[in-house]
């Protein structure tokens, strides 16, 4: 197991612009050559948009782009025509296949933030594809499919557990709140990698938190 601190993410984002971005892998000009990805797993960033700021229209490929709203509300549109507004809770998946272009904006009254996850399909190309998923439970992870990944979301009162995954790989976000893995305490922004986890792995909330775990079919 290897944790990565939040403290340690690579900031970004154009802060007069009202974007603050925190990456966890390496993105744009941030470049760690043993920090390209894990599994599947390419990006995991969390970004905070200031009330009317956002990212204008932009292309994307040959990704899995996948939105966990933390607080507030995010306006995404793309090049289909859609327009759809991602709350907390919501499970957002835009498949960028062979090219679309989207963009993202906080055109509420309140801060926004969510995390964006990106992942590498198994094979590239094809046809975009967008979905939503509203208020997803605790107990039905999320599957993308053409990464062979499955989302969980896990939601946690002092003291309460949950089993980690048994998979290959699993990549662990800590979204808020405090928690314990193993022997490592874990806060929010905190992230580990695990790989070949012996059986009964789990995490114990020490205060009210929220987890999100990626399993992952190789590490």
């Excluded at 944790?3 to 603050?20: K, L, N, S």
Aim: hydrophobic fraction near 40%; charge should be negative.
């Amino acid at each position: 197991m290897s944790v990565r601190r939040g403290d340690e993410r690579y900031p970004g984002g154009e802060p007069d612009a009202g974007i603050e971005s925190l990456h966890a892998f390496s993105f744009g000009r941030f470049y760690e050559p043993d920090n390209l990805r894990f599994g599947a797993v390419l990006a995991c960033n969390e970004e905070r948009l200031a009330p009317g700021a956002g990212f204008d229209e932009h292309p994307h490929s040959h990704t899995e782009i996948v939105t966990w709203v933390v607080e507030g509300e995010l306006t995404h549109r793309d090049s289909a025509g859609r327009t759809t507004v991602v709350r907390p809770g919501d499970v957002q998946c835009l498949s960028s296949a062979a090219g679309v272009r989207h963009e993202e904006r906080n055109e509420g009254a309140a801060p926004l933030v969510f995390l964006q996850m990106w992942l590498a399909p198994a094979q590239p190309g094809g046809q975009p594809g967008y979905e939503i998923v509203r208020g997803i439970a605790d107990s039905t992870p999320y599957a993308v499919r053409s990464a062979g990944a499955l989302l969980h979301a896990r939601r946690l009162a002092p003291g309460e557990r949950a089993e980690v995954p048994d998979a290959p790989a699993v990549y662990v976000h800590v979204v808020r709140g405090r928690v314990r893995l193993a022997k490592e305490d874990l806060a929010a922004g905190d992230s580990a990698r695990i790989t070949a986890a012996p059986p009964g792995l789990e995490l114990t909330a020490d205060e009210s938190a929220e987890v999100l775990l990626w399993e992952l079919s190789a590490g």
